[in-house]
């Protein structure tokens, strides 16, 4: 059974905020209105976050995709007194929105902030409420949410390969960030295989996660500047 | 001088207890059955004649076998076999007169999923090779097509199903 990871490269991430757009669609993660903007409340899955790497006057400004980590260790789940998010087998920690009570245990718990409580019931600006994702559900207010690895993508590729009596193959299962990704900086795929790209660029002096030192032991790792 | 408060006598209580578990059974039995919609479908398609020329289920509801949603036949399914009267149904005349006005018709579903469930036909008809009837009961011997689903679903009845046959019931397979 495969363990699901993804490797940014923050060297050749352009801050397009691609992979923003690519998710909110793909998971019907609605726009912010200007009511929710005045309450800051908006919030979307994959956010880039701004980030100043050196002193000045070298001072580099970055832009630095942030999804849910996927934490093998997670403590958002430990929290949760329903099971209403728990990690699966694959390494995917999901959210189930009909069992949230959304006492936003979990927000609290996250040290990585990338849960998100539905304050409000989600509405879409004309015309795009027509072209919501169907693979989805919409959440309902009173109910957390957060980056999913769009897990319903995996399903499609399991329901696939097991109608055609055969294994996933690599590359069949991608979240929608990484492969809308233009400048290639997203990488997916089995952390356990020692063969796939994400385990490959893993184990190059490059790598480090956030907020290691924590014990979360995130499934998202990040390639600092090349040398 | 104000009145002391009114205590009811114990007829007005006993009436009181029986009117209440009068309205709590309607309420809780009666209501539900009388309360259920019937879908009346725009023609009588009668399954049985159909089944009778061995049509598979597959041939009208095209996507059962690779789709979430197993899909309700579009008109060229029909025009398929009736471009012309085959038949002596008055019920075939009147598909005819559909077709002839090219007006897509709408056939009402019988079973709908609440909004956040995800049911997959291709999971289970081909993957599970499940038959259609194990869900649906015999829809192959209907004459007249039924005014509400034979076979009422719930989860408990799929999580019975996966457990008996210990098939995997990951949450998020149908919650996602
Ligand atoms: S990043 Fe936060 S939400 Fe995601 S698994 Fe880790 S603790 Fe849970
Ligand atoms: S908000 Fe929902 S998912 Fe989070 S801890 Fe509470 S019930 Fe669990």
Known sequence: MARWGMVIDLDTCTGCQACTIACSIENNVPPPDPDGSDDHR????????????EESPEAAGRMFPRPCMHCDDPPCTKVCPVDATNIDREGIVRQIYPRCIGCRYCTTACPYTVRYFNWKTPSWPEPLEESLNPDVSIRPAGVV?????????????????????????E????????????????????????????????????????????????????????? | MSRPPATPTPTARIAFVVAFIVVFVLGLFVWPLLSGQEIAQPLEFNHLAHAEYDIECVDCHTYVFTGLDPGLPDNAVCFDCHEEVIGESPAELLLIEWLQREEEIPWRPLYLQPAHVFFSHRRHATVGELECSVCHGDFGQMEQPPTSAPRKLTMDECIDCHAETEVDDDCTSCHR
């Not at chain 1, 908006?42 to 790497?53: A, Q, V």
């Not at chain 1, 924590?214 to 090349?226: F, Q, S």
């Open chain 1, 145 to 169: 949410e957060k980056c999913t690895f769009c897990h319903h993508r995996l399903q499609r590729a399991h329901d696939t390969a097991a109608a055609e009596g055969r294994e996933l193959q």
């Open chain 1, 171 to 227: 590359g069949e299962y991608m979240p929608a960030c990484v492969e809308v990704c233009p400048s290639q900086s997203m990488f997916f795929g089995d952390l356990d295989d020692p063969d796939s790209a994400v385990s490959r660029r893993s184990r190059t002096t490059r790598a480090f996660r956030l907020l290691e030192e924590l014990g979360t032991k995130p499934k998202v790792i990040y390639l600092r500047k090349g040398e």
């Open chain 1, 42 to 53: 908006p919030f979307t899955w994959m956010r880039l976050l701004p980030w100043i790497g």
